[in-house]
């Protein structure tokens, strides 16, 4: 088993999401997160997907998503020349003696609190999926109330490796 | 000019020549708006025909073939039709009538959400929100459909878009798809390095699919072959490509082909795969052919390349214009030493059958049909132990073989025949089902006599599920459960009351004659040929 992010440019109509993703359920292909947002330029939308599975699946999944009618382009995010950022929100519950201890390790994280209530705060944290993993086992001993993550987001580094569109 | 008239401008456009379809109140718009052109409505008898119907125009003429149905259950309905296109990569253009716009998502009455529930088994499809879009989107699907990897194209149009004004009809001269970009021509590097294997090659061989003759590649490929002297075989959707008597033609591979076929493809050393998917009844093995041997797999699909067998020179690209550019490059070989052992093996491996005397044998009966059938007629074969008889024995000369390969449809023959019958009104078309696959066909009787289309019809009758039964004799020891036909209708009975004639064949005494009174029959006829319940193909 391997671990590809794949970044799949595609036209910006509706439906196309569900198509991509329906194609991941209907061909039995895992997902561990997808994210999709517009491009700079309106007509398109950029998702990018996280994936495993062994080395031929992993060619059927980039394969299959060339051939859907509305995808332009896929290109797999390498690691060693890409960067990929998820962003996480935390809800923890805490009482007034352990707020500091919170902050400290927030801090740590660079994350930031954007939220404080008298019984919970929420923290903001941005990073590649294993930072924000050891943030949350470090979060280990205090009370997780909610989360909500957004799933990788990637770009290649460099300008070798721009797609441009027409 | 309001929507529906503009979807008639759009089919006129296309040269569109037949519609089959079955209408609803979600689809009347349009089917009024038919009435003013010349293109022929055909009521079929119940929706999922109209698309195989469909499907038979489409495989004789080179062009999608146009279904039009309600919302609702006939939207749900002609989705096994479309399924079964879909898995033959044949192109069609299916509309669908569609609740008002404003209702969509509220479950009003005969509402289904058509696009989502057809998304695997559609090439595209399209949900029109705005009349003006109807020129573009049709443009657009018949491009999609019969473009690159053929296959069908689901257009569902709602009740309100059809009586819409459209502001200008203007039909698109070329389409502007920014995403879709079919890739017709092979890599030259890629095609330097088939001849290179080729040139070296002792052994090779060609394995026809269903992608030659979609990609209209029949001559070119015959040619090239004929030209280096390659042998060939064919997949099930391959059949009749080139004629079964050819002295490099070595039959079908596969599970239910010839063992002389397999043996081939297994012992060559150079495979051309060509417009085929490798799938597993095909090849139920495929390291067999990638051992030992160089893989060249030639597809317009690059998702087909690498999928169930790991190529050793992926070839991307439509198979007309790839076997053009390898005519273009000249070596020499010599595969007549390996073309006699190919003979050889066909003589040592013929499958020899003991037929029961008190029943027509299949072979001996689809062989004495097929020497008797006009050069250029179409064979449309159905499912089931019929459709492995028909590939094993039917004698195609110039003629075509059409039949569910890959979903494996049951019912497919007679509406795909009436199609067929209607795009080549000139040729002779014959369906070959059994007893099962006819009943779940055979309410499309009325639409042959109805829009006066010649049916000639055959049916294998066994009263069982051949296919199944014989299944459940390997695998079950005769445990036979849900397979007997018992309380079929009277055939003759059954299709004297749709004023067809009847014939009817009980041993193989009679064979020639039958047949010939069959074949001359200018009437709408079936032919109920009485064969071994316990028979088995193989």
């Known amino acids: 088993m391997q671990t590809k992010v794949f970044q799949v440019l595609a036209d910006n109509t509706s439906g196309v999401l569900s198509r991509i993703a329906s194609l991941f359920s209907r061909r039995g292909y895992n997902i561990e997160s997808i994210t999709a947002g517009v491009t700079a330029d309106p007509k398109y939308s950029r998702v990018t997907i996280v994936s495993s599975g062994d080395q031929n699946t992993l060619e059927q999944i980039e394969k299959q998503l060339a051939k859907l009618v509305d995808v332009k382009v896929v290109t797999e995010l390498v690691p060693e020349e890409s960067v990929y950022r998820e962003l996480a929100l935390v809800k923890v519950k805490v009482s007034p003696d352990q707020r500091q201890n919170i902050i400290a390790i927030t801090d740590i994280f660079r994350g930031k609190i954007v939220d404080v209530a008298p019984e919970c705060l929420i923290i903001e944290i941005t990073g590649g999926i294993s930072k924000i993993d050891k943030f949350l086992e470090l979060l280990n001993g205090y009370e997780i109330l909610e989360l909500a993550r957004t799933g990788t987001a990637g770009l290649s580094r460099g300008i070798e490796n721009v797609t441009y569109l027409p | 000019m309001i929507g529906a008239e503009a979807i008639v401008k759009c089919l006129e456009a296309e040269g ?31 929706e999922q025909n109209a698309a195989h119907s469909a499907s038979g125009v489409a495989r004789l003429t080179d062009k999608p073939g146009v279904c039009a149905v309600t919302s609702g259950p006939g939207a749900t309905n002609i989705i096994t039709g479309i399924a079964t296109a879909y898995a033959d990569s044949i192109p069609l253009v299916v509309i669908t ?23 695997s088994f559609v090439k595209y499809s399209y949900l029109v929100r705005n009349a003006d879009d109807i020129p573009r989107i049709f443009k657009e699907a018949f491009y999609i459909a019969n473009s690159g990897r053929k296959g069908p194209v689901l257009i569902d149009i709602p009740f309100d878009i059809q009586n819409n004004t459209i502001k200008k009809f203007e039909y698109p001269d070329s389409v502007n798809l920014r995403t879709y970009k079919p890739t017709i021509k092979g890599n030259s590097a890629q095609i330097k390095k088939v ?4 040139s070296k090659a002792k052994k090779p061989i060609i394995c026809i699919g269903g992608g030659v003759q979609l990609g209209n590649a029949e001559e070119i490929v015959l040619d090239f072959a004929e030209k280096h002297g390659i042998p060939m075989v064919t997949t099930m959707m391959g059949i009749g490509t080139i004629p079964t008597n050819h002295p490099l033609h070595f039959g079908m591979v596969g599970n239910n082909g010839k063992p002389y076929a397999n043996k081939a493809m297994n012992e060559s050393d150079v495979l051309l795969m060509v417009g085929a998917r490798v799938a597993d009844r095909a090849v139920s ?168 289309i010649q049916a000639k019809i055959i049916v294998f009758n066994n009263s069982y599920l051949g296919m199944v039964r014989e299944y459940q004799h390997h695998t079950y020891k005769d445990n036979y459960s849900v397979v007997s036909l018992d309380g079929s209708p009277n055939l003759e009975k059954l299709v004297s009351a749709y004023d067809f004639d009847y014939l009817r064949l009980e041993n193989n005494k009679d064979t020639s004659k039958v047949i010939d009174k069959f074949l001359k029959d200018k009437n709408n006829v079936l032919l109920e040929v009485m064969i071994d319940p316990m028979d088995l193909v193989k």
């Not at chain 2, 998502?105 to 289904?112: L, W």
């Not at chain 2, 001849?195 to 080729?198: A, D, H, T």
């Open chain 2, 16 to 46: 569109v020549q037949y519609v089959f379809g079955y209408p609803g109140v979600a689809i009347c718009p349009f089917y009024n708006s038919i009435l003013d052109s010349e293109i022929r409505t055909i009521l079929v008898r119940t």
């Open chain 2, 97 to 119: 009538g569609q609740v008002n716009s404003e209702l969509l998502g509220s479950d009003v009455f005969q509402e289904a959400d058509i696009t989502g529930a057809v998304e």
């Open chain 2, 195 to 198: 001849i290179k294997e080729l």
């Open chain 2, 285 to 452: 093995q495929p390291d067999l052919i990638t051992r030992n041997k160089i893989l060249i797999h030639i597809d317009v699909d690059p998702a087909e390349i690498g999928k169930n067998a790991v190529s050793s020179i992926p070839l991307v690209g439509d198979c007309k214009n790839i076997f053009e550019d390898l005519s273009k490059e000249s070596f020499n070989i010599d595969c007549s030493e390996w073309v006699s052992t190919l003979h050889q093996y066909k003589k040592d491996l013929k499958i020899v059958r003991h037929p029961n005397n008190d029943y027509v044998d299949p072979e001996h009966f689809i062989t004495a049909l097929t020497e008797k059938m006009e050069n250029d007629s179409v064979y449309v074969a159905d499912v089931g132990q019929n459709q492995i008889f028909s590939c094993a024995y039917a004698q195609i000369k110039n003629g075509r073989f059409l039949t569910s390969g890959g979903m494996g449809t049951m019912g497919y023959s007679i509406p795909a025949a009436l199609g067929a019958k209607l795009a080549k009104p000139e040729r002779q078309v014959v369906a070959v089902c059994g007893d099962g696959s006819f009943q779940m066909s055979m309410m499309e009787l009325a639409t042959f006599r109805q829009h006066n």
